[in-house]
């Protein structure tokens, strides 16, 4: 094999690591798959549950921690945005996304979905880096969009309380398209940049969590600090509203990890295993850690530990065994909660539901992590028998390939975020009026109030 034949295998293993698809093999070398009905019916059951995690799940958690006057207009966020994002992938997301493309950003051979395959299987990319798959490609759509949907509306518990309705909107569309598309593409497709230097991104590290956690974090800027914070009572509304939403979010997220083997398989039973294993350890971290410095375990602190639990072994559940992941389940606990608590009030900016603290840096310790606790044999294959390794495994280059991704996508999103923001703000306005805030977004936005 040239060496330009093996970069382009290990590029090919790198989608595969990207997306999870641990089961096809590289179409010239291969016969053409059938769809295998095993595959395709988890695929579908785990399309379903990553759909769980934004409608009702993470509805149910953001509500539950914002104030009594902004509950229903923190869900109406979740649930317009799953609406506005489903038909904004359809016609042009998933094209960008997933089209042939370059190395940024994909093409329009599937506006509107133009030419979508249903009844046989597919294959992405073309040449010696193109990928075959078991499953139609409408499936595989429908598993995408369930990531394009739930990525932008974790933004909003960064700006929670204070942005107009449909300045939400317009800068939740203008982001799907031109934000969370590139960098799906660029992580996620043979033709990819990101792809092609080998980055490893099982299940959305970099795309959906590091890509909405800066962004949440620069809306926070932008908008400022919310009315009266730092000298009224900001409780949670309803922590038992936040508990059920973060179950939701735990039971979902073996959709999210284990659904992205896209096979009903030892590697989709590995990444279960370790998404379970690192959540648990998180969730403990956290605990511990706020009662040894606040002297009790709060009910918030436990949920916020799991979900940067879930965060941090996104990226790694399909490459590490579950020793790696008890690991990257203590540290993302220790330091989300670091990160929630002692940066923030240190840096002073109101990050309304902790988005930057537990998304983006839970993101990138896992991305990072990932760089280190790799294990070949879960991503081998006949063409590259030692698997995509990491530094315990002898390969430090590919903690430096991890490093590059992480940091370019902080610069991609969060310069490109702010752009989009103060477009928006020249359109319609950013935030609402501090009457409106001082009243509550329920009524002010949406006429509506809970009794």
């Known amino acids: ?236 509304y309803n922590l038992v509203l936040a508990v059920i939403g973060a179950s939701l979010l735990w039971v979902g997220w073996f959709g999210f990890n284990a659904g992205s083997a896209a096979a009903a398989g030892g590697r989709a039973g590995m990444a279960m295993a370790v998404t379970q294993i690192a959540t648990g350890a998180a969730a403990l971290a956290w605990m511990f850690a706020e009662w040894a410095t606040r002297g009790k375990p709060s009910v918030l602190g436990v949920i916020s530990g799991a979900v940067a639990g879930l965060v941090a072994i996104t990226p790694a559940s399909g490459f590490v065994m579950p020793g790696g992941s008890l690991i990257i389940g203590i540290v993302a606990g220790v330091v989300c909660f670091w990160a929630s608590t002692s940066l923030k009030r240190a840096l002073g900016y109101d990050d309304s539901l902790d988005v930057f603290g537990v998304h983006c840096v839970g993101g990138i310790v896992g991305a990072l992590l990932t760089g280190v606790f790799a294990v070949g044999a879960l991503s081998a294959t006949e063409a590259t028998p030692d698997g995509l390794q990491g530094l315990l495994e002898g390969n430090p280059g590919q903690f430096l390939i991890q490093v590059y991704a992480v940091v370019a996508t902080l610069l991609f999103s969060g310069i490109g975020s702010f752009i989009l923001l103060k477009i928006v703000d020249l359109i319609v306005g950013l935030r609402v009026s501090d009457e409106a805030e001082r009243d509550g977004l329920d009524l002010s936005l949406h006429g509506e109030s809970i009794q």
């Open 1 to 236: 094999m040239t060496k330009t034949q093996k970069f382009r295998h290990l590029g090919a293993l790198a989608l595969v690591a990207a997306t999870g698809f641990a089961f096809p093999a590289l179409a010239d070398e291969a016969a053409t798959p059938k769809i295998d009905t095993g595959d395709t019916a988890w695929m579908l059951t785990s399309t379903a549950l990553v759909l769980l995690m934004t409608v009702p799940g993470l509805a149910l958690f953001y509500a539950g921690m914002v104030r009594k006057k902004n509950v229903l207009a923190t869900m109406m966020q979740s649930f317009s945005i799953t609406a506005l994002v489903t038909v904004l992938w359809m016609v042009v997301g998933y094209s960008l996304a997933f089209g042939e493309g370059g190395a940024y950003y994909g093409d329009f051979s599937r506006f509107f979905l133009s030419g979508m395959g249903w009844d046989k299987p597919f294959t992405l990319g073309t040449g010696d880096g193109a990928v075959a798959f078991t499953i139609p490609e409408v499936v595989f759509m429908m598993f995408q969009m369930t990531f394009a949907i739930i990525t932008p509306a974790l933004i909003c518990g960064a700006f929670a309380d204070r942005m107009k309705f449909s300045a939400m909107l317009w800068f939740i569309s203008l982001w799907s398209i031109l934000i969370y598309s590139p960098v799906a593409h660029a992580v996620w497709h043979p033709n990819g940049v990101f792809f092609g230097l080998g980055a490893l991104d099982f299940a959305g590290g970099t795309v959906v969590h590091i890509n909405a956690g800066i962004a949440g974090l620069v809306a926070a800027l932008v908008l400022g600090k919310r009315r009266g914070f730092g000298t009224e009572n900001f409780s949670p």
